[in-house]
Nanobody
Framework: QVQLVESGGGWVQAGGSLRISCAASGRTISGYTMGWFRQAPGKEREFVVCMTWGDSIYYEDSVKGRFTISRDNAKNTVYLQMNSLKPEDTAVYYC?????????????????WGQGTQVTVSS
């Protein structure tokens, strides 16, 4: 079992930056694909980015060039650096994990989820 805990969400003005974290426990994330998803009010949970243990990365088009996923193996933690934030980025951001060496973009592909962290971008 992998437990995931997100942190670092908050409020930021449009154009600003925020870094959110996903700390894993229970098992090392070695050999896991890690993903970030987000869910805005009244909308379905949508894919943002994923990263394999081999460092393959896939970004959803709307965040390319603005968001960066990274991993600190020693801390068993994954990060999402978000720059040039827009009001439409406002959502609860969720971290997810699946034991795999492939890229996965559907929320149904992941086995473990965190509780989410709220990101609010004001115009």
């Amino acid at each position: 079992q992998v437990q995931l805990v997100e942190s670092g969400g908050g409020w930021v003005q449009a154009g600003g930056s925020l870094r959110i974290s996903c700390a894993a426990s229970g098992r090392t994330i070695s050999g896991y694909t890690m993903g970030w998803f987000r869910q805005a009010p009244g909308k379905e949970r949508e894919f943002v980015v994923c990263m394999t243990w081999g460092d393959s990365i896939y970004y959803e088009d709307s965040v390319k060039g603005r968001f960066t996923i990274s991993r600190d193996n020693a801390k068993n933690t994954v990060y999402l650096q978000m720059n040039s934030l827009k009001p439409e980025d406002t959502a609860v951001y969720y971290c997810a994990a699946r034991r795999s060496m492939q890229l996965w973009m559907s929320r149904n592909d992941y086995d473990y989820w965190g509780q989410g962290t709220q990101v609010t971008v004001s115009s």
